[in-house]
Nanobody, 124 residues
Framework: QVQLVESGGGLVQAGDSLRLSCAVS????????MGWFRQAPGKEREFVAA????????YYTNSVQGRFSISRDTAKNTVYLQMNSLEPEDTAVYYC?????????????????WGQGTQVTVSS
């Protein structure tokens, strides 16, 4: 089992930055892909970004490319999502997710482990 705990959400203004953290514990190994998803009210959960734990290659959805950055600290067993130039459209509950493997999936059903989520609200 893998446990994921997100933190760092909050209320910010458009144009501000925020960094989310995902603390990873449990039976982990280097062959994991860590992802960030978000779910806005009334919408489906959508992929935001992902990173391979072993060699830090990353992948982003188009709407956050150039504004968001995913990274991981193997010593702290933590994954981060740095969010810059936030827009009201980024308002959502952000979830950390994990799946064992090498390919980077973008569908929610492809991930095995999920955190409880952290709320990000961007005011205009």
């Amino acid at each position: 089992q893998v446990q994921l705990v997100e933190s760092g959400g909050g209320l910010v203004q458009a144009g501000d930055s925020l960094r989310l953290s995902c603390a990873v514990s449990g039976r982990t190994s280097s062959r994991y892909v860590m992802g960030w998803f978000r779910q806005a009210p009334g919408k489906e959960r959508e992929f935001v970004a992902a990173i391979r734990w072993s060699e830090s290659s990353t992948y982003y959805t188009n709407s956050v490319q150039g504004r968001f950055s995913i990274s991981r600290d193997t010593a702290k067993n933590t994954v981060y999502l740095q969010m810059n130039s936030l827009e009201p459209e980024d308002t959502a509950v952000y979830y950390c997710a994990a799946v064992r493997g090498w390919t980077i999936p973008t569908m929610t059903a492809q991930y095995d482990y999920w955190g409880q989520g952290t709320q990000v609200t961007v005011s205009s």
